[in-house]
């Protein structure tokens, strides 16, 4: 319940009403049960006036309008019955209709974020001015949470836009900005945010003269102008680039299409309740959950300090030393210069470190528009990196991060050597995936301000962050931490300190079990294709040749040391290493890539090498048990984490595994799919794989969650946590 009104209505020159929505006490305006409610009220008050000539909203909140509908109230409603849902989409829709059906022009005044139910609003109402602030964004996000616009965006965008653009909008879920919107005809006018109520006056002023605004709404009631030649071919060609967009793992990008093409012929109203069904069988889905959880798990990420408490962190990071210009290195550099943090960048190799810098800078200036890199970008950035010739040149860095070769003797010299430089109160971190912290920090004078800061390759596109405290670190190096990643617009999440800390101790029992089942006579094309129905962005195998045969390796080789009864030392990576194939960096891993595209085929040699290593006789393995080999040993090695207290929040494996690995966000997260099952049905499934020995013997949390029917959310702290 709000603290008080969120919408205050004025009056400019007696016969024009502006309602503001501030919503009291939150940093955005989002539209629950309750601020309907007053919409309600005041729309109702307003239409019995008949000395208004016009209607404008506005927002009060800075580089916010509306951020859409409460998502709380919907993950609250998830089990409504479908005809509910349905009546809730119509009461929405009839709500905000009555914008288009006042006697006065009704005008959205935008500036800052305008998405979902905002942009509803927004799109009911006959005309919009947007501010030229590059935070005014618009949009319908709303197929990230596995449904689409339910309160008449689809029924009535594509009449003001055009069916093609309206799809486009829509099922790829991407916000516009105000220029883009008013090539689309959605924003009727664009001005400065200081000028923007001003441009809305003169709009209605406009408006109440011509009255074109009356035309619109006759026109936009009625059915589309489109033939059915152009209906079938825009339905094909987006049907098959949402097909290759989703995979077939998200319904409701084209559910959204099959509702805006069948609503096209009809008129408004209609098109409604086309809408408010298609909604009723995507809302409460077990994708709409899943997704509505991953969006619950970024917003408690966004607020979380990494700590307990309210500590504030004392550092203000404003430059940054990186050891090591490889793959890592150049993308920690291109992260921080994009975002305005200076780098000083140092390798060992005078060559290496040219190659990174211009790797760096490349990276950094990447235009995604373009598909590569923005020449005068890279220029404009170019002041934002130096070349680090000597160790002092650290003294003046708040956070230097080491990424050399991942070998822990190599690493602490590389400390011993640097810590001597760096000012009073500034990190010192290692990027390091697998080596504990607490070891790598053994010889250092303070071992409290030292950290693991593990990013994720590629850098510019992963946007998970570890931040691992050692047994040593202090509270303010964890929130300085936390809070530095996140000015790089990363996600941090805090992980105590272990082999392979949370995401790689998660992923290596994944990724030795694909060897294990090629040993019991599975296919290289049936272990990728199960992982991928599974819903993962490629199979393990692949990873490895992305990752490097080599590099997996050794990491493997980390967590055989320190858990040799559920790490199996598989005889195959060795064998591949031996005959050259280290993944895509030869060009011949488990796949060859020695093609003009560099895209990973078959490759028959690969039969010969691994032939040695088959065990006799050959298992019939079906994919349903290869799936449940592939996330059981993954889902068990969580319990354990859990146990150890490696992380603060069971919300954080979920996070993690989405974020560090390309978990299935359909899927809500490692533990959130669990859940889905249920502990029992677990501990049953594993029943039929016991042969496989301790790496799929249930945990004592999982039988303690089996016995009492709970759920790992149930959890919510990890049950052995340290901070």
Not at 151 to 171: D, F, K
Not at 251 to 277: F, I, K, N, Q, R
Not at 489 to 516: Q, S, T
């Amino acid at each position: 319940m709000a603290a008080g009104p969120t919408i205050h209505r004025s009056l400019i020159d007696s016969n024009i009403a502006v309602l503001t929505l501030d919503m009291p006490g939150k940093g955005a305006n989002i539209l629950s049960v309750d601020v309907l409610a007053e919409f309600e009220q005041q729309l109702s008050d307003l239409e019995s006036d008949s000395d208004l000539i016009g209607l404008i909203i506005v927002s009060n909140k800075p580089g916010i309008f509306i951020a859409g509908a409460d998502i709380r109230e919907f993950a609250a409603s998830l089990d409504l019955p479908r005809a509910d849902v349905v009546s809730m989409c119509r009461r929405g829709q009839q709500l905000f209709g009555r914008l288009s059906a006042t006697p006065f022009v009704t005008i959205a005044a935008i500036d800052g974020i305008c998405v979902g139910g905002g942009a509803e609003l927004a799109v009911w109402c006959d005309r919009r001015v947007m501010s030229n602030s590059p935070k005014t964004q618009f949009g319908f996000p709303e197929v990230k949470l596995g449904l689409f616009p339910g309160w008449g965006g689809t029924a009535r965008a594509p009449r003001m836009i055009g069916l093609s653009n309206a799809v486009e909008l829509i099922t790829g879920g991407e916000s516009v900005g105000a220029e883009q919107a008013r090539e689309l005809g959605l924003a009727d006018d664009v001005a400065p945010p200081a000028d923007l109520l001003d441009a809305a006056v003169r709009l209605v002023r406009q408006e109440a003269e011509s009255r074109r605004f009356e035309a619109d709404r006759q026109r936009w009631e009625k059915p589309l102008d489109i033939s059915e030649t152009e209906l079938g071919f825009l339905g094909a060609t987006a049907s098959a680039m949402i097909r290759k967009e989703t995979k077939g793992e998200y319904p409701a990008p084209e559910l959204a299409l099959e509702t805006m093409l069948e609503a096209a012929s009809v008129g408004l109203d209609e098109a409604c309740e086309l809408e408010a069904d298609g909604m009723s069988t995507l809302f409460g889905s077990p994708i709409n959950a899943a997704l509505i959880n991953l969006f619950f798990l970024t917003d408690r990420n966004k607020k979380d300090g990494g700590i307990e408490g309210d500590l504030e962190p004392t550092l203000d990071v404003k430059r940054v030393g990186v050891i090591g210009a490889g793959i890592m290195g150049a993308g920690i550099t291109a992260a921080n210069i994009k975002r305005g943090v200076k780098v000083v960048l140092t390798d060992a190799s005078a060559d290496s470190l040219s190659a990174g810098i211009r790797g760096a800078l490349e990276e950094a200036a990447y235009n995604r528009s373009l598909r590569k890199a923005d020449v005068e970008r890279a220029i404009e950035l170019a002041p934002q990196l130096n070349r680090g010739e000597s160790d002092e040149e650290f003294s003046q860095c708040d956070v230097v991060i080491e990424a050399v070769v991942e070998n822990a003797e190599v690493k602490r010299q590389i400390f011993k050597r640097i810590e001597g430089q760096l000012g009073d109160g500034a990190i010192l971190a290692s990027n390091t995936s697998t080596i504990p912290i607490t070891q790598l920090a053994r010889d250092l004078e303070h071992p409290d301000r030292f950290c693991g800061i593990h990013f994720f390759n590629p850098v510019r596109r992963m946007k998970l962050v570890e931040v691992i405290r050692g047994s040593e670190t202090s509270d303010d190096t964890v929130a300085s931490a936390v809070a530095y990643a996140k000015r790089l617009g990363k996600m941090p999440i805090v992980v105590n300190d272990g082999p392979g800390f949370l995401v790689n101790r998660l992923l290596l029992p994944y990724m030795n079990e694909a060897l294990e089942l090629l040993g019991d006579g599975a296919t290289i094309k049936e272990i990728e294709r199960a992982a991928k129905s599974f819903g993962m962005p490629m199979g393990p195998l692949t990873l490895y040749d992305v990752v490097g045969l080599d590099t997996a390796l050794y990491a493997g080789g980390t967590m055989l040391q320190a858990f040799p009864d559920r790490i199996k030392a598989s005889k195959i990576l060795p064998a591949l290493i031996k005959a050259g194939r280290l993944g895509q960096k030869s060009g011949a891993g488990f796949f060859s890539y020695r093609n003009p595209k560099g895209r990973g085929e078959p490759d028959p040699a690969v039969d010969d090498l691994l032939n040695p290593y088959l065990r006799a006789p050959a298992k019939d393995i079906q994919p349903a048990e290869i799936v449940d080999r592939l996330f059981m040993p993954m889902l068990l090695e969580a319990t354990r984490a859990l146990e150890d207290g490696i992380v603060r929040d069971v919300r954080d494996v979920d996070l993690g595994l989405v974020f560090g690995i390309g978990f299935p966000p359909f899927k809500g997260g490692l533990l959130h799919w669990a859940d889905t099952i249920g502990a029992g049905e677990i501990a049953e499934r594993l029943k039929a794989l016991e042969e496989l020995g301790p790496r799929v013997q249930p945990t004592d949390l999982l039988l303690e969650m089996a016995a009492n029917d709970r759920k790992f959310y149930d959890l919510k702290t990890a049950t052995g946590s340290k901070s």
